[in-house]
């Protein structure tokens, strides 16, 4: 069983920046794809980036492609979102989440077993 802790959200400003990161717990988080999802409110979660593995390879939601990168330090339990050039459209609450499979490119929450208590992201225009 993984635990996850996601940290880093907060109100910013359209063109700022941000640096999510989720904490997991256990010693079996190298044997996990990772996903970051955000949902607003009213709206269906929707899927934003994920990480194979090994961090290797990522995938993402092209309404962020060129702007968020995810990252993951499995020496240190922890993936990450850096958030660039923010925009009030990406005002949502944000989650991690585990996917034990060996897919990097699973967008559906449903691909995913374990999820964090999620983090709020404002961005004011």
């Known amino acids: 069983q993984v635990q996850l802790v996601e940290s880093g959200g907060g109100l910013v400003q359209a063109g700022d920046s941000l640096r999510l990161s989720c904490a997991a717990s256990?010693?079996?988080?190298?044997?996990?794809?990772m996903g970051w999802f955000r949902q607003a409110p009213g709206q269906e979660r929707e899927f934003v980036a994920a990480?194979?593995?090994?961090?290797?390879?990522?995938y993402y939601a092209d309404s962020v492609k060129g702007r968020f990168t995810i990252s993951r330090d499995n020496a240190k339990n922890t993936v990450y979102l850096q958030m660039n050039s923010l925009k009030p459209e990406d005002t949502a609450v944000y989650y991690c989440?585990?996917?034990?499979?060996?897919?990097?490119?699973?967008?559906?929450?449903?691909?995913?077993?374990?999820w964090g208590q999620g983090t709020q992201v404002t961005v004011s225009s």
């Open positions: 990480s194979s593995r090994s961090g290797d390879n990522t």
């Open positions: 256990g010693r079996t988080f190298s044997r996990y794809a």
């Open positions: 989440a585990a996917d034990p499979s060996s897919s990097y490119r699973a967008t559906s929450p449903s691909r995913y077993d374990y």
